[in-house]
């Protein structure tokens, strides 16, 4: 059963101009441990006091939930993570050649001994560690097979493979994570970018492949394009791979409504899952067939995530979607009536009829001898 770990915290509070305050944080993190993640990545407490103070609290609230604090290759990282109480540390090192020759300016044998000694340090001291050799899927496979023995050596839990750039296909991820596990016996992590907006469909081949565990955030927040949002993927494993985790999938419109309240960044009404558009039905035909069965135009229930289907009245309704809209509100779906609607809604060169709209319509008021003039 594949495991969860939601960075909300981290690499959402990394999003442009996306700050958290230690409340909102709190108020975060109980709906994560109550929707059912594995692990929560609180923060970076080595950056500032506050995220310090931020991921000693999280780390202190009894979750059900495991606590991750990202640390850099250092000691006196995994020092400031251990005074936070803190059950993980993810240690991340880039290997690639590239920036160890043109960032790090050090020799591949000293970062290694570098990386390898932190894990060490982090075991000593009773934590359990993954290890994140940034920008993984672009890093020379030869360098990557000597860190990631290095870090099996110094007793690693987790390796995890980043895709920084959102540079993988599925195909390719699958591929790439089959090859990691037949080279070396350790736990797999992923952590999957959207620049080219595959975050999850490379955290599904991910999964196909057999890593342990998926790294998401709230509606994908995260560095530049974010990474693999929470609800897509959880969604899609309970729906298309029978995945029955623990996860409270009714929990979800409201994680997403709080999230995007603190962040400031709106969810899109066609966002997948929680988009306001996804249970909502326009075309008179799709409604006639979501009316005799919803499997025919829904991939799973709004039920699920304890929301309701809904439907639209426009120039493309039908006589079926005027009659359950009538009977939604309560008025004789004579007829009559529907035909009254109807004909109305087909004069429409723009918009829609709404509930409101309806009632006044069926209430005598004179928006309904103004509204079609």
């Known amino acids: 059963m594949v495991e969860i770990l939601d960075s909300t915290l981290r690499e959402g509070e990394q999003t442009p101009n996306v700050t958290l305050t230690i409340n909102e944080k709190i108020e975060i993190a109980n709906l994560l441990d109550d929707f059912g993640v594995d692990i929560i990545e609180a923060g970076h407490p080595s950056v500032s006091k506050d995220i310090y103070k931020s991921v000693k609290t999280i780390a202190n609230q009894n979750y059900n939930a495991e606590i991750l604090a990202h640390c850099r290759s250092m000691t006196e990282d ?72 290095a870090a099996i050596e110094s007793e690693v839990d987790r390796i995890s493979i980043a895709d920084t750039v959102g540079a993988m296909t599925p195909i390719k991820m699958y591929n790439f994570i089959k090859k990691i ?12 970018h959207n620049d080219l907006g595959m975050a999850t469909a490379n955290a599904i081949a991910a999964y196909e492949a057999g890593v342990d ?67 909502t039905h326009n075309a008179g035909l799709h409604v006639a067939a979501v009316l005799c069965k919803p499997e025919f135009y829904e991939i799973f229930p709004a039920e699920l995530i304890g929301k309701k289907r809904n439907f639209i009245l426009d120039k493309m309704a039908s006589s079926k979607t005027v009659k359950q809209k009538l009977e939604d509100i309560g008025v004789d779906s004579t007829d009559e009536n529907i035909n009254k609607i109807l004909n109305q809604v087909k004069s429409l060169e723009k918009g829609s009829i709404s509930d409101e709209e309806l009632n006044q319509i069926f209430n005598g008021s004179r928006y309904e001898k103004n509204m079609f003039q």
């Open 78 to 149: 995994i020092d400031v993570a251990l005074s936070c109480d803190v059950d993980w540390v993810g240690i991340f090192f880039c290997v690639s050649n590239e920036r160890i020759e043109q960032q790090f300016r050090k020799s591949i044998d000293k970062i290694i001994n570098q990386i390898a000694g932190t894990i060490q340090y982090a075991k000593d001291h009773g934590l359990k560690v993954r290890y994140t050799p940034e920008d993984t899927v672009r890093t020379e496979y030869d360098t990557l097979n000597r860190v990631i023995k």
């Open 213 to 279: 565990l998926i790294d998401v955030t709230v509606n994908g927040l995260g560095e530049r394009a974010g990474i693999t949002p929470l609800s897509e993927l959880c969604s899609t494993l309970h729906t298309l791979y029978n995945e029955r985790n623990k996860w409270n999938f009714e929990l979800l419109p409201k994680i997403t409504q709080i999230v995007s309240k603190f962040s400031g960044l709106e969810v899109a009404k066609n966002t997948p899952i929680v988009g306001e558009n996804v249970f």
């Open 181 to 192: 596990k037949n080279d070396f016996d350790v736990k797999l992590n992923v952590h999957c």
